[in-house]
C-alpha cells in the first residue's frame, strides 16, 4: 500500500491552490492514514538539496480562503527542454534526479497541482515509473477534458466586478473603456466576463478582429445615443493581418509574455473614432488574492478525489469536472490541447444575440439592422 504523497504546484498561481493542498493532506491522513510531504517552488523542489516538509492537518489549518501557495511555484525550470548556446539542453538526468531524490524521501505518489505546463512535466514522470495524479489548475480554462478548472471562476468574478467599476466612469465621461484581461490561446475569461459585465465588443483569440469593425459598433452606439462602450480584450486577441502584442518576448530563461493589445487599441479606435478612450490591464488581479465560495468548493473536491485516486492504485491521470461530477481522465488527453472557445458555440451566440460585437469582419451579418 501507498504510504507517503508528495504534493507540489507548479505554473502560475490561481486562487485555490492552498484549498486543494488543505484538501489533499487532510484526505490523505485523516481517511487513508498516508503521510503527506509538500514539495516547494514546484518539481525545482525534488532537486539538488530538496526543498520539502511534512504536511499535518494543523499546518493547513485556516488555508481554505487563503490564496496563493504555502508550497511556492515556478513558471519554468530545469525539466523544460530549450536550446542554450546552441547546444540542446537534455533532460533525463534531471529527471532521473528526481525520481532517486524521491526514493530518498519515501514519497510513493505525486499529486501536481498545475495547467499544460505542469502536467505534461508530470505525464514525463509517470512515464518513467512514478505514480502521478494530476489537478487542473489555470485561471484561463483552458485544459482539456474538464468542464472547469478551478481558479477560473474566481478570476471571473474579479474581471466582472472591473466592468461593473468601469461602466460607471465610462458613462459619466462619455468614454470608449478598455479592459485587457488573460488569455493566452482561449478567450474564456474575455467571453464570460464580457457576457456578465455588459460589455458591448468582446475580442478574443478565437476570432481575429477588424479594426473597422470595433470603431463601426461605437460608431453604432453614438448613433442610438448611447455614448460609451465597454470592450473587453484578452490579451492574446489578434488584429486582422497584424501579430501578437507581447509586452516581452522572452528569453532561453524566460517564457515569452503577452500584454499591451489593449493600449494598441486605445490609441488606434482614439484616431478612427475621435473619442476618448482609455484602457485598464487587469493583469496579475486576476490571479491573486482569496479563492471564491465555488473554487474552494471546487478546489476541495479535486483534492479529495486527487488522494482517492491514489489509493485506488490510478496513475497518469488528471482529476476532471464532466456533466457534474469528478473524474479521472487521462493525463495524455488533458495535455494534447488547448481547449478553446468555439466560434458558433452557445456562448458566442448568446453574446451576439444580445448585441455584443466580436469585431469580425462579417460582424454585421450576425446582427439585425437596429
Known amino acids: 500500500m501507498l504510504g507517503t504523497i508528495g504534493i507540489l504546484t507548479g505554473g502560475g498561481d490561481a486562487p485555490g491552490l492552498n484549498a486543494v493542498i488543505?484538501?489533499?493532506?487532510?484526505t490523505a491522513t485523516c481517511e487513508h492514514g498516508m503521510r503527506v510531504i509538500g514539495v516547494e517552488d514546484g518539481f525545482e523542489g525534488l532537486l539538488g538539496a530538496t526543498r520539502t516538509r511534512l504536511l499535518s492537518p494543523s499546518d493547513v489549518r485556516g488555508l481554505l480562503p487563503r490564496g496563493g501557495t504555502i508550497l511556492g511555484t515556478r513558471n519554468r525550470g530545469n525539466f523544460v527542454e530549450r536550446i542554450e548556446d546552441g547546444v540542446k539542453r537534455e533532460v533525463e538526468s534531471v529527471y532521473q534526479e528526481a525520481i532517486s531524490n524521491m526514493k530518498v524521501l519515501g514519497i510513493d505518489a505525486l499529486v501536481a497541482l498545475g495547467g499544460e505546463g505542469t502536467l505534461t512535466i508530470a505525464n514525463e514522470f509517470h512515464k518513467r515509473g512514478v505514480c502521478v495524479i494530476g489537478v487542473p489548475k489555470t485561471i484561463d480554462n483552458d485544459l482539456a477534458c474538464t468542464e472547469l478548472t478551478f481558479g477560473f471562476v474566481t478570476a471571473l468574478d474579479i474581471a466582472t466586478e472591473a466592468l461593473d467599476r468601469l461602466h460607471t466612469t465610462a458613462e459619466s465621461h462619455d468614454r470608449v473603456m478598455i479592459l485587457e484581461v488573460m488569455g493566452r490561446h482561449a478567450g474564456w475569461i474575455a467571453l464570460h466576463s464580457g457576457i456578465a459585465g455588459g460589455a458591448d465588443v468582446i475580442l478574443i483569440p478565437e476570432i481575429p478582429f477588424s479594426l473597422e469593425a470595433v470603431a463601426e459598433k461605437i460608431r453604432a452606439r453614438d448613433l442610438t445615443g448611447s455614448n460609451f462602450s465597454i470592450i473587453v480584450v484578452a490579451e492574446g486577441a489578434v488584429e486582422i493581418g497584424h501579430d501578437l502584442v507581447y509586452q516581452d518576448k522572452g528569453d532561453v530563461h524566460h517564457a515569452p509574455r503577452l500584454g499591451g493589445i489593449g493600449h494598441h487599441l486605445q490609441h488606434d479606435l482614439e484616431d478612427l473614432?475621435?473619442?476618448?478612450?482609455?484602457?485598464?490591464?487587469?493583469?496579475?488581479?486576476?490571479?491573486?488574492?482569496?479563492?471564491?465560495?465555488f473554487d474552494r468548493m471546487l478546489a476541495t473536491n479535486y483534492g479529495t478525489y486527487a488522494v482517492r485516486a491514489v489509493a485506488q492504485g490510478e496513475s497518469g491521470v488528471m482529476v476532471a469536472l464532466q456533466a457534474g461530477d469528478v473524474v479521472t481522465?487521462?493525463?495524455?488527453?488533458?495535455?494534447?490541447?488547448?481547449?478553446?472557445?468555439p466560434?458558433?458555440?452557445?456562448?458566442?451566440?448568446?453574446?451576439?444575440?444580445?448585441?455584443?460585437?466580436?469585431?469580425?469582419?462579417?460582424?454585421?451579418?450576425?446582427?439585425?439592422?437596429?
Open 273 to 293: 473614432t475621435g473619442r476618448e478612450t482609455r484602457c485598464v490591464v487587469l493583469g496579475h488581479l486576476q490571479r491573486g488574492g482569496r479563492p471564491n465560495a
Open 329 to 341: 481522465v487521462p493525463l495524455t488527453e488533458a495535455i494534447k490541447g488547448i481547449k478553446t472557445v
Open 343 to 370: 466560434p458558433n458555440g452557445q456562448l458566442v451566440r448568446t453574446a451576439r444575440d444580445t448585441g455584443i460585437s466580436f469585431g469580425a469582419p462579417d460582424e454585421a451579418s450576425y446582427h439585425k439592422p437596429q
Open 22 to 26: 488543505r484538501a489533499v493532506v487532510k
